[in-house]
C-alpha cells in the first residue's frame, strides 16, 4: 500500500492502534461503512487516532447493523508539525467550519477560539469544530488532530501568555508591509497567529497587542480580506518562513 493511499478510505478511531487491536465502531460509523460505503466482510480501510499513526485494517460485520475493525499492519508512523497555536475570534457557522477545516489542513497544533469586543458568534460549538477537524484530517491524510481549547476571553488569554511563544499578529496597518521580512525576526520554534473578528480589533485590544513585548506585526497585503481568508493566508506564510514547509 503506497504511503499515501488517497483512493483508500480514512476513518478516524479513539481507541488505541497495534497489530491485532479490534475496534468497535460506533452507530454512526457502522452507518457510514456499511450504509454509505456499503463494504462487505473483509473489506480493508485505513484508521488512525492522531497518536499512533496510520493502520491498514479488516472489517469485520456483526449483526445486521454492527461492525468492528481489526488493525492488521502499520502504513505510516505517526507524524509531527509545526508547533503553531491558531487563535482567532470565531465566526459565524459555515465560515468557522470552513476556516477550522482549513487550519487544520494547514496543520496547526492547536485551535484557540477568543472572544473580543467585536465577535460575532455568541456560542461555539467546540464539539462540531472537533467534527471539522475530524472530517479535514480524513479527507487530507492528516495524521495529528490539533487540540480544541475552550474558548477564552482576549484579555484573559494574554494574561496568562507564555513569552517564549511570539505572537503574530496580523494587522492591516503594519509598518513593514512585506510580511516574510517580518517573520524572519522571528526565532524558530514555537509560535501563535492572532487572527481577529470581522470588525477588527477593538482599539484597546490593538493597543494592547501592539504593546506586548512577544507580538509580531505582518501585513496581509493591500486588500482587506474576510476573518477565513486571513486565516489561511497568515498560517501559510508562517508555515512557508516559520513551519514544516520549509525544504520540503
Not at 487540540?147 to 488569554?157: G, H
Not at 506586548?212 to 508555515?239: E, H, K, Q
Request: charged share 25%.
Amino acid at each position: 500500500m503506497a504511503i499515501h493511499d488517497f483512493n483508500a478510505q480514512r476513518l478516524f478511531v479513539q481507541q488505541p492502534l497495534h497489530g491485532g487491536a479490534l475496534i468497535r465502531c460506533s452507530d454512526d460509523q457502522a452507518n457510514y461503512l456499511r450504509n454509505v460505503l456499503r463494504l462487505a466482510a473483509g473489506a480493508e480501510i485505513l484508521i488512525f487516532n492522531g497518536s499512533d499513526g496510520e493502520w491498514r485494517a479488516k472489517l469485520h460485520l456483526e449483526g445486521k447493523r454492527g461492525c468492528s475493525l481489526e488493525a492488521i499492519e502499520q502504513v505510516r508512523p505517526q507524524e509531527g508539525g509545526p508547533d503553531i497555536d491558531y487563535l482567532f475570534a470565531p465566526l459565524k457557522r459555515a465560515r468557522l467550519d470552513y476556516m477550522v477545516q482549513k487550519a487544520t489542513e494547514l496543520g496547526v497544533a492547536r485551535l484557540r477560539p477568543v472572544l473580543t469586543r467585536h465577535t460575532i458568534a455568541e456560542r461555539v460549538n467546540v464539539e462540531r469544530m472537533r467534527s471539522n477537524v475530524i472530517e479535514a484530517a480524513e479527507q487530507c491524510g492528516i495524521l495529528r488532530i490539533p487540540e480544541i481549547a475552550e474558548p477564552e476571553k482576549l484579555d484573559r488569554v494574554l494574561d496568562r501568555w507564555d513569552a517564549a511563544r511570539p505572537l503574530v499578529f496580523c494587522d492591516e496597518r503594519a509598518d513593514v508591509r512585506d510580511p516574510i521580512t517580518a517573520l524572519r525576526s522571528v526565532s524558530q520554534g514555537p509560535v501563535a497567529v492572532i487572527i481577529g473578528p470581522e470588525g477588527g480589533f477593538a482599539p484597546e485590544e490593538r493597543e494592547r497587542l501592539l504593546a506586548l513585548p512577544f507580538t509580531v506585526r505582518i501585513s496581509l497585503g493591500p486588500r482587506i480580506m474576510r476573518a477565513d481568508t486571513a486565516a489561511v493566508a497568515a498560517l501559510a506564510l508562517v508555515n512557508a518562513v516559520l513551519g514544516d514547509w520549509r525544504g520540503a
